[in-house]
C-alpha cells in the first residue's frame, strides 16, 4: 500500500505562486508515473501534470507555461510549481502515482488551493 505526504497548499492572491511536494512511500517502491490531478467543486477529478519514470511530462492545456512538475526518482517525491495562479485554478489537489510493478494508481489525501483575492 502507499502512503502519500502532501504539502504547500493554501490561499494565494491571483497572479502569484504555490509549490506542492509529495513524498510517497511503502510498496511498490518505484512508480512508472507521478503527477497532481485537482477536483473542483462540483467538476470531475481532471490531469494537471504528470511525469515518467523517465522525465517524460504532460500538461493539461490550461497550465502550459504556468506550471511545472518535477521528481526525484531516488525519494519517490513529486512537486508542482505553480505560477500566475488564476481563480480558476481553485480546487483539491491530489497526488498521483502509478506502480512501476503493478500498474496500478494511488491517490494521496488532496491539499486545498485557493486562489483568490
Known amino acids: 500500500q502507499v502512503q502519500f505526504v502532501e504539502s504547500g497548499g493554501g490561499l494565494v492572491q491571483p497572479g502569484g505562486s504555490l509549490r506542492l511536494s509529495c513524498a510517497a512511500s511503502g510498496r511498490p517502491f518505484s512508480f512508472s508515473a507521478m503527477g497532481w490531478y485537482r477536483q473542483a467543486p462540483g467538476k470531475q477529478r481532471e490531469l494537471v501534470a504528470t511525469i515518467t519514470l523517465g522525465g517524460v511530462t504532460n500538461y493539461a492545456d490550461s497550465v502550459k507555461g504556468r506550471f511545472t512538475i518535477s521528481r526525484d526518482n531516488a525519494k519517490n517525491t513529486v512537486d508542482l510549481q505553480m505560477n500566475s495562479l488564476k481563480a480558476e485554478d481553485t480546487a483539491v489537489y491530489y497526488c498521483?502515482?502509478?506502480?512501476?510493478?503493478?500498474?496500478?494508481?494511488?491517490w494521496g489525501q488532496g491539499t486545498q488551493v485557493t486562489v483568490s483575492s
Open positions: 498521483y502515482a502509478r506502480s512501476l510493478a503493478l500498474g496500478s494508481d494511488s
